[in-house]
C-alpha cells in the first residue's frame, strides 16, 4: 500500500458515512468489478473474518447469519443483489 492509499484508508476509517469512504470500500468489496455485491462476495470475505476469530478463541456467528444480516440491513430493491 503506497502513501496515497494509506492516507485513503486512514480517512475512510476515521469518516465511515463519508462518499469517499464508500468508494475506498466499494473498490475492495466489487472484486468482481461488475458494480454490485452478492451473497457469494459477502461469503468471501466474511470466511476469513471467521478463520482469524477461530484462531484467537472467538466463536465467530455463522456465515448464513451475516449474510441475511446484511441483507436485511440493506434491503435491496433486487433480492440479494446490492447495486451502487
Do not use: C
Amino acid at each position: 500500500m503506497d502513501h496515497k492509499k494509506y492516507i485513503e484508508f486512514v480517512l475512510a476509517i476515521e469518516n465511515p458515512s463519508s462518499k469517499p469512504a464508500f468508494d475506498f470500500f466499494w473498490k475492495i468489496l466489487d472484486v468482481q468489478n461488475d458494480g454490485f455485491l452478492t451473497p457469494f462476495i459477502i461469503k468471501m470475505f466474511y470466511r476469513e473474518v471467521q478463520a482469524k476469530l477461530s484462531e484467537n478463541g472467538i466463536e465467530p456467528v455463522k456465515l448464513e447469519d451475516v449474510v441475511v444480516e446484511v441483507f436485511d440491513m440493506i434491503n435491496p430493491s433486487i433480492a440479494l443483489t446490492v447495486y451502487r
